[in-house]
């Protein structure tokens, strides 16, 4: 085996022996390597929009960099920036569909676009203060969170350093930069097309999975609000998604007199039917049935589901006002309502 020379007062090294980890390249290696400025290996590691660098000069420091295995230190980089790039997202507490998960994709895409990176954060068993300290631990430049914040809770962020903290739901908070989406317009387009169709009345799905009930109770006084002025009744429909708990309500359907329901979304409306039909009660004959969400599956069953369509706001317009909020921090909250329904009308009503 070759011996490598050994300095005065070392045993021999030989060749294949470990000899202790390799040096962690620095943003200095690959400007040497790239024959670049330390400065412009920051641009262009960093993505920086401001100056204007050559193509092929961009190439050399990005081959640079791979060549070494160099990737940024975030915190020197925050310290350099007076902030980090991290826009913390919660994760939910409950179950969120197709929708909602298309929206997070559409998210985390544009923020990455602008040169944030997106971290969402399992926050599971904490709740209201313990949960805002733990997210501002992390020192986000940024919180989206999908539900509501306490004002307190939006300013012990701020004091960590978020310079935009932006919550999805139904009402606004003191402090934060808001998406108001108001479910009580989905419950309102369906007990409205159930009333024309001349239903009087109608059950509408509660899920009883935890959490969902900030969607679910604003659906059904949507669906009062458009049912009762008409002599309508609404009667809640307390549901688990399970085919046990669908085929309990089927079999007494008859007995509660109930000729229409809107089964709080298409899920949940699908497992309902299905057990009605199973039930001997035909859809749409003796039972209306209307969905919510316009899943693919729903135009697939037989009969086909009717629906609302909700129009979820782009992944691109928040992460627009997220980049706008943290270059301008002391603007005022913007407050945008975006959530739109609109009745798709199928065999099942």
Same mark, same amino acid.
């Given at each position: 085996?070759?011996?490598?020379?050994?300095?005065?007062?070392? %045993?021999?090294?030989?060749?294949?022996?470990?000899?202790? %980890? #390799?040096?962690?390249?620095?943003?200095?290696? @690959?400007? /040497?390597? $790239?024959?670049?400025?330390? $400065?412009?290996?920051?641009?262009?590691?960093?993505?920086?929009?401001?100056?204007?660098?050559?193509?092929?000069?961009?190439?050399? @420091?990005?081959?640079?960099?791979?060549?070494?295995?160099?990737?940024?230190?975030?915190?020197?980089?925050?310290?350099?920036?007076?902030?980090?790039?991290?826009?913390?997202?919660?994760?939910?507490? @409950?179950?969120?569909?197709?929708?909602?998960?298309?929206?997070?994709?559409?998210?985390?895409?544009?923020?990455?676009?602008?040169?944030?990176?997106?971290?969402?954060?399992?926050?599971?068993?904490?709740?209201?203060?313990?949960?805002?300290? =733990?997210?501002?631990?992390?020192?986000?430049?940024?919180?989206?969170?999908?539900?509501?914040?306490?004002?307190?809770?939006?300013?012990?962020?701020? #004091?960590?350093?978020?310079? $935009?903290?932006?919550?999805?739901?139904?009402?606004?908070?003191?402090?934060?930069?808001?998406?108001?989406?108001?479910?009580?317009?989905?419950?309102?387009?369906?007990?409205?097309?159930?009333?024309? #169709?001349?239903?009087?009345?109608?059950?509408?799905?509660?899920?009883?999975?935890?959490?969902?009930?900030?969607?679910?109770?604003?659906?059904?006084?949507?669906?009062?609000?458009?049912?009762?002025?008409?002599?309508?009744?609404?009667? %809640?429909?307390?549901?688990?998604?399970?085919?046990?708990?669908?085929?309990?309500?089927?079999?007494?359907?008859?007995?509660?007199?109930?000729?229409?329901?809107? =089964?709080?979304?298409?899920?949940?409306?699908?497992?309902?039917?299905?057990?009605?039909?199973?039930?001997?009660?035909?859809?749409?004959?003796?039972?209306?049935?209307?969905?919510?969400?316009?899943?693919?599956?729903?135009?697939?069953?037989?009969?086909?589901?009717?629906?609302?369509?909700?129009?979820? %706001?782009?992944?691109?317009?928040?992460?627009?006002?997220?980049? /706008?909020?943290? /270059?301008?921090?002391?603007?005022?909250?913007?407050?945008?309502?975006?959530? $739109?329904?609109?009745?798709?009308?199928?065999?099942?009503?």
């Amino acid at each position: 085996m070759v011996q490598i020379p050994k300095q005065a007062g070392q %045993p021999p090294i030989e060749s294949g022996e470990a000899q202790g %980890p #390799r040096p962690v390249p620095t943003s200095a290696d @690959v400007a /040497r390597l $790239a024959g670049v400025s330390r $400065a412009t290996v920051s641009y262009v590691l960093n993505n920086t929009s401001s100056v204007r660098i050559s193509e092929p000069t961009r190439h050399r @420091v990005r081959a640079a960099a791979e060549e070494l295995g160099y990737v940024p230190h975030a915190a020197a980089r925050s310290l350099r920036a007076g902030h980090s790039r991290m826009v913390l997202m919660p994760a939910s507490h @409950v179950p969120v569909g197709p929708l909602f998960s298309h929206f997070q994709y559409e998210l985390h895409w544009a923020l990455r676009r602008l040169d944030y990176t997106v971290v969402q954060y399992g926050s599971v068993g904490m709740g209201g203060d313990e949960a805002a300290r =733990a997210w501002a631990e992390l020192r986000p430049v940024a919180v989206f969170v999908p539900g509501t914040l306490e004002p307190g809770q939006v300013e012990v962020l701020k #004091r960590a350093g978020a310079k $935009a903290v932006v919550t999805l739901g139904p009402e606004r908070v003191e402090g934060a930069h808001a998406l108001l989406m108001d479910h009580r317009e989905v419950g309102h387009c369906a007990g409205a097309h159930l009333v024309e #169709r001349g239903r009087r009345r109608i059950g509408v799905v509660v899920p009883e999975e935890t959490g969902l009930q900030v969607f679910s109770e604003p659906r059904l006084a949507g669906v009062r609000a458009a049912a009762e002025p008409a002599g309508a009744e609404v009667v %809640p429909l307390p549901l688990a998604y399970t085919e046990e708990s669908a085929a309990e309500l089927a079999a007494r359907w008859r007995e509660s007199g109930l000729d229409a329901v809107f =089964a709080y979304n298409d899920e949940y409306a699908m497992l309902l039917m299905r057990a009605l039909q199973d039930a001997g009660i035909a859809v749409p004959e003796e039972t209306s049935v209307i969905g919510a969400d316009d899943l693919l599956l729903g135009k697939l069953i037989r009969p086909r589901l009717s629906t609302v369509r909700l129009e979820m %706001p782009s992944g691109q317009l928040l992460a627009e006002l997220v980049d /706008r909020v943290v /270059r301008a921090p002391g603007a005022e909250p913007e407050v945008h309502d975006l959530l $739109a329904a609109s009745m798709v009308v199928r065999e099942s009503s």
